[in-house]
Nanobody, 117 residues
Framework: QVQLVESGGGLVQAGGSLRLSCTAS????????MGWYRQAPGKQRELVAI???????NYGDSVKGRFTISRDNAKNTVYLQMNSLKPEDTAVYYC???????????WGQGTQVTVSS
Protein backbone atom coordinates (compact mmCIF):
# COMPACT_ATOMS: atom_id res chain seq x y z
CA GLN A 1 0.00 0.00 0.00
CA VAL A 2 1.43 3.33 -1.08
CA GLN A 3 1.46 6.16 1.44
CA LEU A 4 2.65 9.74 1.12
CA VAL A 5 2.87 11.49 4.48
CA GLU A 6 3.43 15.25 4.55
CA SER A 7 4.70 17.27 7.47
CA GLY A 8 6.04 20.74 8.20
CA GLY A 9 3.04 22.92 7.54
CA GLY A 10 1.92 25.62 9.91
CA LEU A 11 1.43 29.32 10.50
CA VAL A 12 4.16 31.78 9.57
CA GLN A 13 4.39 35.52 9.08
CA ALA A 14 4.91 37.04 5.66
CA GLY A 15 8.58 36.98 4.73
CA GLY A 16 9.21 33.87 6.78
CA SER A 17 10.20 30.35 5.79
CA LEU A 18 8.89 26.82 6.15
CA ARG A 19 10.14 23.46 4.99
CA LEU A 20 7.68 20.77 4.01
CA SER A 21 8.59 17.10 3.95
CA CYS A 22 6.88 14.16 2.29
CA THR A 23 7.92 10.63 3.09
CA ALA A 24 6.79 7.86 0.79
CA SER A 25 6.34 4.17 1.48
CA UNK A 26 5.16 1.23 -0.56
CA UNK A 27 6.78 2.31 -3.81
CA UNK A 28 10.20 2.38 -5.49
CA UNK A 29 10.82 6.01 -4.65
CA UNK A 30 13.77 6.64 -6.93
CA UNK A 31 11.82 5.96 -10.13
CA UNK A 32 8.98 8.35 -9.29
CA UNK A 33 8.74 11.98 -10.24
CA MET A 34 7.74 13.75 -7.03
CA GLY A 35 5.98 17.02 -6.68
CA TRP A 36 4.10 19.51 -4.59
CA TYR A 37 0.75 21.02 -5.53
CA ARG A 38 -1.36 23.45 -3.56
CA GLN A 39 -4.98 24.44 -3.36
CA ALA A 40 -6.31 27.61 -1.82
CA PRO A 41 -9.98 28.02 -0.85
CA GLY A 42 -12.11 28.58 -3.94
CA LYS A 43 -9.23 27.99 -6.32
CA GLN A 44 -8.06 25.11 -8.47
CA ARG A 45 -5.17 22.92 -7.43
CA GLU A 46 -1.96 24.26 -8.95
CA LEU A 47 1.55 23.02 -9.50
CA VAL A 48 4.15 24.29 -7.07
CA ALA A 49 7.21 22.24 -8.00
CA ILE A 50 8.23 18.86 -9.34
CA UNK A 51 11.47 16.90 -9.31
CA UNK A 52 12.30 13.86 -11.42
CA UNK A 53 14.12 10.79 -10.19
CA UNK A 54 17.25 12.22 -11.78
CA UNK A 55 16.90 15.54 -9.99
CA UNK A 56 15.53 17.77 -12.75
CA UNK A 57 13.17 20.38 -11.38
CA ASN A 58 10.35 22.59 -12.56
CA TYR A 59 8.47 25.32 -10.68
CA GLY A 60 5.22 27.17 -10.93
CA ASP A 61 5.72 30.78 -12.01
CA SER A 62 4.44 32.19 -8.72
CA VAL A 63 7.10 30.45 -6.62
CA LYS A 64 10.18 30.63 -8.85
CA GLY A 65 13.13 32.06 -6.98
CA ARG A 66 11.48 31.58 -3.58
CA PHE A 67 10.82 27.85 -3.27
CA THR A 68 13.24 24.95 -3.73
CA ILE A 69 12.31 21.32 -4.18
CA SER A 70 14.77 18.55 -3.37
CA ARG A 71 14.74 14.83 -2.69
CA ASP A 72 16.66 12.27 -0.69
CA ASN A 73 16.19 8.90 -2.35
CA ALA A 74 17.88 7.12 0.56
CA LYS A 75 15.17 8.46 2.89
CA ASN A 76 12.26 8.19 0.41
CA THR A 77 11.60 11.84 1.13
CA VAL A 78 10.95 14.95 -0.94
CA TYR A 79 11.28 18.43 0.53
CA LEU A 80 9.94 21.86 -0.29
CA GLN A 81 11.90 24.76 1.14
CA MET A 82 9.70 27.85 1.08
CA ASN A 83 11.31 31.25 1.61
CA SER A 84 9.97 34.79 1.41
CA LEU A 85 6.48 33.52 2.01
CA LYS A 86 3.53 35.69 1.04
CA PRO A 87 -0.10 35.65 2.21
CA GLU A 88 -1.06 34.38 -1.25
CA ASP A 89 0.98 31.24 -0.58
CA THR A 90 -1.67 30.23 1.96
CA ALA A 91 -3.09 26.89 0.86
CA VAL A 92 -3.21 23.18 1.53
CA TYR A 93 -0.04 21.68 0.10
CA TYR A 94 -0.21 18.17 -1.35
CA CYS A 95 2.60 15.77 -2.06
CA UNK A 96 2.37 13.95 -5.39
CA UNK A 97 4.12 10.93 -6.86
CA UNK A 98 4.05 9.99 -10.53
CA UNK A 99 5.51 7.00 -12.29
CA UNK A 100 6.09 8.52 -15.69
CA UNK A 101 5.24 6.27 -18.60
CA UNK A 102 2.71 4.20 -16.69
CA UNK A 103 0.58 7.14 -15.51
CA UNK A 104 0.46 5.77 -11.99
CA UNK A 105 0.07 8.55 -9.46
CA UNK A 106 -0.55 9.03 -5.76
CA TRP A 107 -1.47 11.94 -3.50
CA GLY A 108 -0.78 12.71 0.12
CA GLN A 109 -3.45 13.93 2.52
CA GLY A 110 -2.23 17.53 2.46
CA THR A 111 -0.72 19.90 4.98
CA GLN A 112 -1.98 23.41 5.71
CA VAL A 113 0.31 26.38 5.21
CA THR A 114 -0.97 29.73 6.43
CA VAL A 115 0.95 32.95 5.87
CA SER A 116 -0.20 35.96 7.87
CA SER A 117 0.33 39.52 6.72
Amino acid sequence: QVQLVESGGGLVQAGGSLRLSCTASGLIFSIYTMGWYRQAPGKQRELVAIITGGGNTNYGDSVKGRFTISRDNAKNTVYLQMNSLKPEDTAVYYCYALQVGRSINYWGQGTQVTVSS
